[in-house]
């Protein structure tokens, strides 16, 4: 069974910092471009940043550029996202994706998904 599992999401005050995980399990990886996207409610899921299979390529949103940084450590089949200076804009179910890709996520066909978790910043 393929899984992508997020884990990190809370509830955090405006300023603050969360770090999400993402492991994904039940067959090979190699070669999969993976990031994340967020849905507001009401709003469109929107693409936040992703990661290639090397790291040598990263993509964000011009919304969280310099306050977000995405990572990953293949050994363990998972990214990470470190947010930093948390918003209450921020706020949406986050969601990890990955895809067999060198192009960027933002705007490719996806396969694969996690749950969702749920970040919540506070005024």
Request: with cysteine; proline share 2%.
């Amino acid at each position: 069974q393929v899984q992508l599992v997020e884990s990190g999401g809370g509830l955090v005050q405006a300023g603050g910092s969360l770090k999400l995980s993402c492991a994904a399990s039940g067959r090979s990886f190699t070669g999969y471009a993976m990031g994340w996207f967020r849905q507001a409610p009401g709003k469109e899921r929107e693409f936040v940043t992703d990661i290639s299979w090397t790291g040598g390529r990263t993509d964000y949103a011009d919304s969280v550029k310099g306050r977000f940084t995405i990572s990953r450590d293949n050994a363990k089949n998972t990214v990470y996202l470190q947010m930093n200076s948390l918003k209450p804009e921020d706020t949406a179910v986050y969601y990890c994706a990955a895809e067999r890709t060198a192009a960027s996520l933002r705007r490719t066909s996806i396969n694969y998904w996690g749950q969702g978790t749920q970040v919540t910043v506070s005024s």
